[in-house]
């Protein structure tokens, strides 16, 4: 047991955490982060894609819903998602805030009241639209079969500062860490400021109990697998995600007093199709991901597309078939195209553990979702069509990759775990932010909301000392 008393424990080292992190260390508070994954830099992301998913994913690289219909992948590393996804940024509309405060009861659950938070976390950030210089050819051939179906579509926005495209980069490489800090990451952003203003982090640390007392919270963990170790606060703050932060809290029989943890478990679903063409496509160059539809009967009809890629490894997990078959196909890999459809998912899920303590995840797709991914996708082989695809390739995984939930915000204790200022219903010491509050799935990228959120929770930790 360290004798040292923090003022705050944070619980995750990704989004949320960071920007929480560096706004307290900047009020002085001694804050102390615990992080299970390594703390990795632009010289040290590994360079190999079967290596990010050993070094940088729990389990391994994907985590199975119960029936295995679903693969989810939840970063393990400092900086959690800001390192492995495409910093991509939006912020929510009227449609996604409306149907929060209908299941939450929370009135500043809008676009007005929640515009100056967002300005305050895109102020701690560099922001870029990606420009038409830095697009494929896999984004031309979206952008053009779009067009011909009668559809529109607009350029991504995305968390970055000088990724010199000109120069050859292909941010591909950012789903193993960007290795020119270009892209908004965590560490070099709101958690490099956390770090220069007093924060301790311990990486590779794995939590393994919460105790609450009169005084405060007590942490317990391992780290790097052998050393015990304990850690008081005053306060505590979960920022491991949706399923982290469940678990967490479920193994710490916290669901006694809060039954709802765990419930809510939303993932947009998302579907890759490929489009293979005669001519070379390389979808892996410059930014390959970088325009999505901006459609309002897309919105409506519940889903969204994207032009997206991944590399050979994942790729090969969502081509099917077997032996000669699919090696031809996986040959065939510069000549792809590739677009996916994510799902606005109605049907919640719940994450529970078994007797061991290990993780369950009971998550399907309702009539409503598979209805909503077969229109997206009759889309997409339209757009492959029209725009001469030789043969196309509905991928046979579907990903979850905006894991939101678990620990929803809400004004009843009953049907959910965070209440309006962001405390755990039961302890008013405990605080969460990050996407494990989310009521439903909103249909937009959740990191921006995600940043806005924990600014708002900020001053609320500050204001209850």
């Known amino acids: 047991m360290e004798n040292k008393i923090y003022d705050v424990i944070i619980v995750g080292a990704g989004v949320s955490g960071s920007f929480i992190a560096d706004q307290l260390t900047k009020e002085g508070m001694k804050c102390l982060m615990l992080e299970a994954g390594p703390f990795l830099d632009k010289d040290t992301y590994p360079t190999y894609e079967v290596l990010t998913s050993s070094k940088m994913y729990w389990s391994g690289g994907i985590e199975l819903n119960k029936n295995a219909s679903l693969a989810f992948l939840r970063p393990k590393v400092v900086g959690g998602g800001s390192i492995v996804n495409q910093a991509l940024l939006d912020r929510f509309d009227e449609e996604a805030f409306g149907d929060w405060r209908s299941k939450s009861s929370i009135d500043y659950l809008n676009t007005r009241d929640m515009a100056p938070w967002y300005d305050k976390a895109e102020a701690k950030i560099a922001i870029q639209t990606i420009p038409d210089s830095a697009r494929n050819r896999n984004a031309e051939i979206f952008l053009k079969g779009m067009e011909k179906n009668g559809f529109s579509a607009k350029a991504l926005t995305r968390a970055q500062s000088g990724c010199e495209y000109e120069k050859g980069n292909d941010c591909i490489e950012c789903l193993s860490g960007c290795r020119i800090d270009s892209k908004q990451s965590m560490p070099v952003t709101t958690l490099k400021s956390a770090l220069a203003q007093g924060l301790k982090l311990i990486p590779l640390f794995e939590v393994e109990n919460i105790k609450m007392n009169q005084d405060g919270v007590?942490?317990?963990?391992?780290?790097?697998?052998?050393?015990?170790?304990?850690?008081?606060?005053?306060?505590?703050?979960?920022?491991?995600?949706?399923?982290?932060?469940?678990?967490?809290?479920?193994?710490?029989?916290?669901?006694?007093?809060?039954?709802?943890?765990?419930?809510?478990?939303?993932?947009?679903?998302q579907f890759m199709s490929l489009g293979v063409y005669k001519d070379p496509v390389n979808s892996f160059k410059s930014a390959f991901q970088s325009v999505k539809s901006d459609d309002p009967k897309f919105r409506k009809w519940g889903f969204k597309l994207e032009n997206v890629f991944a590399p050979p490894a994942g790729l090969?997990?969502?081509?099917?078939?077997?032996?000669?078959?699919?090696?031809?196909?996986?040959?065939?890999?510069?000549?792809?195209?590739?677009?996916?459809?994510?799902?606005?998912?109605?049907?919640p899920g719940k994450i529970s553990i078994d007797s061991k303590g290990r993780t369950v995840i009971d998550k399907k797709l309702n009539s409503e979702d598979k209805k909503r991914r077969d229109k997206g996708i009759e889309i997409i082989n339209n757009i492959f069509s029209s725009t001469g695809a030789e043969k196309i390739i509905q991928g046979n995984t579907a990903i979850g990759l905006h894991l939101m939930g678990g620990c929803v915000l809400g004004t009843d204790g009953k049907n959910s775990v965070t209440n309006p200022e962001f405390?755990?219903?039961?302890?008013?010491?405990?605080?969460?932010?990050?996407?494990?509050?989310?009521?439903?799935?909103?249909?937009?990228?959740p990191s921006l909301t995600i940043m806005a959120l924990s600014t708002m929770a900020s001053k609320n930790i500050i204001s209850g000392f």
């Open 316 to 347: 090969s997990m969502l081509v099917p078939g077997h032996g000669k078959a699919h090696a031809d196909d996986m040959r065939k890999i510069p000549h792809m195209a590739c677009i996916e459809v994510a799902v606005r998912d109605t049907n």
């Open 218 to 269: 007590e942490i317990s963990g391992i780290r790097g697998k052998k050393d015990a170790q304990k850690f008081k606060a005053k306060k505590l703050v979960m920022a491991a995600g949706a399923i982290g932060n469940s678990l967490l809290f479920l193994r710490s029989g916290l669901d006694k007093a809060n039954p709802a943890i765990g419930e809510n478990f939303y993932t947009h679903p």
């Open 423 to 445: 405390n755990l219903h039961s302890n008013k010491n405990v605080y969460i932010a990050d996407s494990s509050v989310f009521p439903s799935a909103p249909g937009i990228n």
